[in-house]
């Protein structure tokens, strides 16, 4: 997550403690209104544990695709 926080306040111009306040509070919002298989797949990929074809496989299987 960190590489995403600093990504944020690259772009934006954020300070890195403004921009980790950004990302969790978009992180938080995600993950309360993705779908449970998807909110994990999210925590796997900033934990290092995911992938983002991971994530997604899981969009896709939630939309009946393989």
Do not use: C, F, H
């Not at 990504?7 to 995600?30: P, W």
Request: hydrophobic share 40%; glycine share 12%.
């Amino acid at each position: 997550m960190q590489e995403l926080i600093k990504l944020v306040s690259q772009k934006t111009g954020m300070t890195e403690d403004k921009a980790k306040v950004a990302v969790d509070t978009v992180i938080s919002y995600l993950k309360k209104n993705l779908p449970a298989p998807i909110s994990a797949q999210i925590d796997n990929l900033l934990g290092g544990t995911g992938t983002v074809e991971d994530l997604a496989k899981g969009l896709g299987g939630l939309l009946g695709r393989k």
